[in-house]
RNA sequence: GCCCCCGUAGCUCAGUGGAUAGAGCAACGGUUUCCUAAACCGCAGGUCGCAGGUUCGAGUCCUGCCGGGGGCGCCA
């Protein structure tokens, strides 16, 4: 039962949550007990379009128009709708009555969330996402899992849950010896001006170059290695130096891309390596773990190898060195039991599912995933260039991240001083910061995050379409009609829909709290995104058929209402997905 | 060989077991003394990869194929 409670409280101001909730009860009641879902979804035909007396009646072994008519005559409806019809096998046709669509809205524009509410039953939420390694570039591929884990923090923050970031960067391992020795031969003042600048890619490289051409290189690597797991202090120290560096580094993507992470959500591979021992110890323990040539293995049920034989989750390796296996498990254990989450999203890109499928199986079989908790791997597809394969720079090697950012906000500032040459300097400035990086991530976040998606700058930054830029000039122009209308004197009033453009937009406002319900449940940004666009589009068709600064009295007032929450919800949606709304552009 | 993901309009993509599968872009045809035309309206465009099955009802669920991508023991 508990992992049944709703991630997102049920709206109390979306006509069509409400007639579901209405409806619920009057049907459990007919059918004699259970939960029966009245199946209410927005329709073509009307408003919405209740769908429950189909299957209701066949469980029942009835007629489903007679069942129909009987909810409409039931009177369940009455205070909420103006019009119900049966229609075809059974379906119940209803518009929302212009007064309650009224009085929702108004109460919508007055409050702060937008009809989105806290959560009754907040969950503990760990979102691990960004995960870029130390002393290694972020390239694209840090793009994704960095840009879709800050939307799903944002969201839950915003439905009312306790979030907890893990930026779980790859700051331990064997390629650390390589590492230092090489800093040590740089001298670290030379290194940290290389590393601190972000080229971080040559440094690595020439580590690895200079390890596979000098036997004594390598020699004094593997040393190095075990004096940085045994504890040494002065390898320590030196460790320290080359991680403060990158994360230094990291900050700086961070901030440009505008995240919200920060130094104290770090938590890389090295935190968990005090806790390998007992993770191993308990499994020990729990009479799982098992040897299989020289390795200390977990025979998950249900995974096979190339040969069709079981398949091991290695968590010890013949060495005795732990790997990523043993400090998955670590992490969960950690998050559990130290963090008490209730729910672990992993961020992670496709080609990691079975591992994850299997950590998450020997963490269950080991007890250590109570009920009411679950870890979900919230993976992700690549991106790819315009042949369709991984997207890389005209060398062949991964785009830098640091390059394809400045490169958007490049590209952004040109369209705007084309398109709105009277911004000032600073003004543009800002305005391609926003425009070019909400573009890059509402790109990666519009589509399914389990496909692939192809990078195309001329799509994303283009001012129609489904993108970040269209969005964000649909706010521009509301927040110019409020800078006419402060001098005009004139304020926003009550809400009183009339026109079909203004009823359209004031009961997709309703919806604000159904769509990032439905991001949030599948943990799938671009459902909101889907809802951002046909707000957008809505509002510029009511902007087109209803005028607003040439009307007058309750008509204007109302109008500049509904500009008004458009503008908040368009705000609030793109906050949700991390991206900037411009009062200009 | 086994397993996972993807396949929807020319292109890029939505689509919660519900009615006639929708947007955007491109193309074509319109709308401009009008609040930001960076817009809107219209027209066209489909064997939902293929074949079975479950269901009152399948793009959606199940099975098998085809095509693309990925994974399959000591890196993370």
């Given at each position: ?20 909730a209405?409806l ?49 005559d039931?009177?369940?409806?009455a ?22 669509i ?41 793009l ?13 923050t ?6 907890i970031?893990?930026?779980h ?25 290389g ?28 040393q ?9 202090e ?23 891309l ?11 591979e ?51 060195g ?31 599912q ?22 979900i ?11 369709k ?76 379409g ?25 304020s ?6 009339h ?46 058929h ?33 991206i ?6």
């Open positions: 039962m508990s992992n049944k409670r709703p991630l997102v409280e049920t709206s109390l101001t979306d006509p069509i949550a409400l007639v579901s209405r619920g009860p009057w049907l459990s009641q007919r059918a004699g007990g259970g939960d029966i879902d009245a199946v209410v979804r927005p329709s073509d035909h009307a408003d919405a379009q209740i769908n429950g007396a189909l299957p209701l009646a066949k469980q029942l072994g009835c007629n489903p128009r007679d069942l129909a008519t009987e909810i409409v039931s009177g369940q409806l205070d909420l709708c103006s019009e119900t019809e049966v229609a075809g096998p059974g379906f119940i046709n209803v518009t929302f009555s212009n007064s309650v009224n009085s929702l809205l108004t109460e919508v524009a007055n409050d702060e969330h937008l009809g989105l509410r806290q959560a009754s039953n907040a969950r503990t939420v760990v979102v691990d996402y960004s995960a870029p390694n130390v002393a290694k570039e972020m390239h694209v591929g840090h994704r899992s960095t840009v879709i884990g800050d939307a799903l923090v944002r969201m839950y915003a439905a009312g849950h306790r979030v970031r893990e930026n960067i790859g700051d331990w391992g064997r390629p650390f010896g390589m590492l230092i020795e090489h800093l040590l031969d740089l001298g670290e003042e030379v290194a940290a001006s590393l601190g600048q972000g080229d971080l890619d040559s440094f690595y490289k020439a580590a690895n170059a200079k390890f596979s051409e000098s036997e004594e290189f390598q020699e004094r690597s593997r190095r290695v075990v004096l940085l797991q045994g504890g040494d002065e390898t320590h120290v030196l460790w320290n130096r080359l991680v403060a560096m990158s994360t230094e580094y990291f900050n700086t993507v961070y901030e440009q505008g995240v919200l992470l920060v130094d104290d959500d770090l938590m890389g090295s935190k968990y390596q005090p806790l390998m021992p007992e993770t191993l110890a308990r499994l020990e323990a729990s009479g799982l773990m098992s040897e299989s040539e020289g390795a200390k293995v977990v025979f998950p049920p249900g995974f096979t190898n190339r040969d069709g034989d079981p398949l091991p989750l290695i968590v010890q390796a013949r060495t005795g732990f790997n990523y296996a043993t400090s998955d498990l670590a992490c969960v254990i950690d998050r559990v039991e130290r963090l008490h989450a209730d729910l672990m999203l992993y961020v992670i890109g496709a080609p990691q079975q591992h994850l499928e299997m950590v998450f199986a020997v963490a269950n079989m080991a007890g250590w995933m109570p009920d009411g908790v679950s870890a791997h919230v993976a992700f597809g690549n991106v790819l260039g315009d042949d394969k991984m997207l890389r720079s005209r060398s062949g090697e991964s785009v830098k991240l640091v390059d394809l950012l400045s490169e958007a906000v490049e590209r952004a500032a040109s369209a705007v001083e084309e398109k709105n040459p009277s911004l000032s300097d600073s003004e543009r400035a800002d305005v391609a910061q926003m425009i070019g990086i909400g573009a890059v991530k509402y790109a990666d976040l519009s589509t399914d995050r389990v496909r692939d998606y192809v990078f195309d700058w001329d799509r994303m930054l283009a001012f129609d489904n993108t970040s830029p269209y969005l964000q000039y649909a706010h521009a122009r509301i927040r110019s009609i409020f800078r006419r209308a402060a001098d005009d004197q004139v926003a009033g009550a809400i009183a829909v026109e079909a453009a203004e009823r359209a937009l004031g009961l997709r406002l309703l919806s604000y709290p159904a769509a990032v319900a439905d991001a949030l449940e599948s943990n799938s940004p671009h459902r909101l995104c889907t809802y951002l666009f046909e707000l957008a589009q809505l509002f510029t068709a009511f902007y087109e209803c005028p607003v600064m040439k009307s007058e009295g309750d008509i204007r007032a109302s109008r500049l209402a509904l500009c008004d929450l458009t503008a908040r919800t368009l705000s609030a949606g793109l906050d949700l997905l991390g900037d709304a411009p009062e200009q552009m």
